[in-house]
C-alpha cells in the first residue's frame, strides 16, 4: 500500500473486481471527458491476470478508513521507434470530487513511479475540456506538452487531448510518499 497523508492507492485486487468492472462501465464515474464503454467482470479478470500488452497496473484510492472511491492506474504506451511511455489515468466517485483527494493520490503514484522505475518521464492525456484533470496534473507538478487534435470519438464529435508529462529532473525528490505497507 501506498500512504499519503488523506488517502492510500492499493492494488486492485481480486474481490475489488466487481466494483472495479462496475466503475470502469461508469458514466457517473468516468464522467463526460472519457471513452464510455460497458466493461464485463470476465473482461475486468482478464485485463487483471493479462496485462502484459499494456503494463497496466491497477489500484484503488482509499481514504484513511478504508473508504474506496476512486481508481488509479498506470500503463505504458508503446511507440515503434521511441519506445515506451509510462502513463497514468484516474477517476473519483462523483461524491468525493473537489476535495484534493486526486490530486494527491497523483503526487503518491509520481513519487511511486520515480523511487521504483527507470523512467525520465511519466505522462498524462486527458480531453481538452477536462479541467478539473488539467488542475490536478498542473499541481502534481505536470506540465503541459501539446494537443493531439481530435484523438477519440466521444458524444458524436472528435475530441481534442492535451498531453502533460513531468521529468525525473523536474521532480527530484518524493514529495508526499513517506510510507509503503
Ligand atoms: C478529474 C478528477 C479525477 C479530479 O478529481 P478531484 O479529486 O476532484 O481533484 P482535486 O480535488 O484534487 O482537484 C480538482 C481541481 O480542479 C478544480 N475543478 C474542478 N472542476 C473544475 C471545472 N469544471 N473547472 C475548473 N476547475 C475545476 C477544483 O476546484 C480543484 O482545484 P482547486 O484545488 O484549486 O480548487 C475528477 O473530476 C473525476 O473523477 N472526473 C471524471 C474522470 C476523469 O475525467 N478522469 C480524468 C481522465 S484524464
Do not use: E, P, T
Given at each position: 500500500m501506498l500512504e499519503g497523508k488523506n488517502v492510500n492507492l492499493r492494488v486492485v485486487e481480486k474481490e475489488d473486481l466487481p466494483l472495479f468492472a462496475e466503475w470502469l462501465s461508469s458514466l457517473e464515474v468516468l464522467g463526460e471527458y472519457n471513452p464510455l464503454r460497458q466493461v464485463s467482470r470476465l473482461e475486468t479478470e482478464k485485463m487483471f491476470e493479462n496485462?502484459?500488452?499494456?503494463e497496466m497496473k491497477e489500484f484503488i484510492i482509499e481514504k484513511?478508513?478504508?473508504t474506496k472511491i476512486g481508481f488509479m492506474v498506470h500503463f505504458c504506451v508503446l511507440h515503434p521507434f521511441c519506445g515506451k511511455q509510462l502513463e497514468i489515468g484516474y477517476a473519483l466517485v462523483p461524491s468525493e470530487r473537489g476535495k484534493g483527494y486526486c490530486t494527491e493520490a497523483t503526487k503518491i503514484m509520481v513519487d511511486y513511479l520515480f523511487l521504483s522505475r527507470d523512467t525520465m518521464r511519466i505522462q498524462a492525456s486527458t480531453d481538452a475540456r477536462n479541467l478539473a484533470s488539467h488542475k490536478v496534473l498542473e499541481k502534481a507538478g505536470f506540465k503541459k506538452d501539446g494537443t493531439m487534435r481530435k484523438y477519440f470519438f466521444l458524444r458524436g464529435e472528435l475530441r481534442d487531448v492535451y498531453v502533460y508529462s513531468t521529468l525525473r529532473e523536474e521532480w527530484k525528490e518524493p514529495k508526499i510518499l513517506t510510507r509503503t505497507t
Open positions: 496485462d502484459k500488452a499494456y484513511k478508513d478504508g
